[in-house]
């Protein structure tokens, strides 16, 4: 998941213009910055901005291109090749072979060895066009000029082919091939006026969810293929998504902390009850009931009935906690600006 520093993007007329909305890596490494993410032994104390746990593996992305792996359950950390420097904001793995990375500048990395070695697979970064290329853009074009040199927030795969990027000023890619080619399916989604697409999050029986500014919400019920929009209880912006205990349970949150659930895939909403009010980035589901929400600020809120109330907590440090997932050993990883923390919950 991303979070709200990254999500407060500046526009910038720029476009990277191709006539088929299909494209590579090697059309966009002249215009991209390639220097390689620099090994560093306090990455894991870094700014990191998402974990994935897959298994036994754990897999975290943050700042300067920083890609971390875990195989003790985040007691210890190795980083990853990368051939960017740029912020990265999601991580999504298929099993424990095959993931995925999105960030700044549009950028899209793959892995398929575990997570040790990534290669570039997209790109939109920014490029200043001549009055000339201008005079030549189609509608559609000149509408996504904002789009080149904004970040990617989100990623999700259905497997190991068929997967979704979502971003700023309504950038939604879909790949059929694990990457080779990536293509704008926005035309699938009710987003005419661009507003940023923050999250995208699946339930294991293929119904997906996309959330955004303005309170867009959007679900496909065949795995990314075709959309609807759904009704929004709120018209701020939602950071996260994620799916609960339930096959129809859906929780959006985001801006100044509001949260809500949904138990019938986003037909009717219950505001979530609570004290805060910092922004809330990502939240993990444990058992039937149990729900941990996490966000700026440090905040931590912790409920017992199924994400209808909540117990608010500070951190000391007062460092946005950006991601939250339980580990294989029941524990909690959390990152953020102070980088790794890990947690037992407690839920009794």
Not at 78 to 85: E, L
């Amino acid at each position: 998941m991303g979070y709200s520093i990254i999500k407060t993007v500046a526009s910038s007329l720029a476009v990277w213009v191709l006539s088929t909305g299909i494209a590579s890596a090697s059309d966009y490494e002249k215009n991209l910055n390639m220097r390689a993410a620099i090994p560093s032994a306090k990455a894991a104390q870094s700014l990191l901005t998402d974990v994935c746990v897959e298994g036994d593996k754990v897999v975290a992305v943050g700042d300067w291109g920083h890609i971390l792996i875990s195989l003790d359950n985040g007691e210890s950390w190795n980083q990853a090749n990368v051939p960017v420097q740029n912020l990265l904001t999601a991580v999504d793995f298929v099993g424990t072979q095959h993931g995925w990375a999105v960030g700044h500048e549009g950028v899209i990395l793959h892995s398929s060895d575990g997570g040790n070695n990534w290669q570039l697979q997209y790109a939109n970064p920014h490029r200043v066009l001549s009055d000339e290329e201008m005079d030549q853009l189609t509608d559609d074009q000149f509408a996504k000029l904002p789009q080149a040199g904004s970040p990617l927030l989100d990623v999700w795969f259905r497997d190991e082919n068929t997967g979704f990027a979502v971003g700023a000023y309504g950038m939604f890619l879909g790949t059929q091939d694990a990457g080779k080619t990536w293509v704008d399916v926005s035309s699938r989604i009710e987003n005419i006026d661009g507003w940023h697409l923050n999250a995208i999050e699946a339930n294991g029986d293929g119904v997906v969810y996309i959330a955004g500014e303005k309170g867009i919400l959007f679900r496909s019920d065949d795995g990314g293929d075709n959309w609807i929009t759904l009704t929004s209880p709120y018209g701020g912006s939602y950071f996260g998504a994620m799916t609960g205990a339930g096959n129809d349970d859906i929780y959006v949150f985001g801006l100044q902390g509001n949260s809500f659930k949904s138990s019938d895939r986003g037909a009717t909403w219950v505001r979530s009850k609570s004290k805060n009010t910092n922004g809330l980035m990502d939240g993990v589901v444990i058992g039937s009931k149990s729900v941990v929400m996490v966000g700026n600020s440090g905040v931590i809120l912790t409920s017992k009935d199924g994400g209808l109330n909540f117990s608010m907590q500070i951190t000391p440090s007062r460092e946005s906690i950006l991601a939250i997932e339980r580990l294989a050993n029941g524990k909690l990883i959390l990152v953020g600006q102070g980088g790794v923390q890990l947690a037992a919950p407690d839920l009794k």
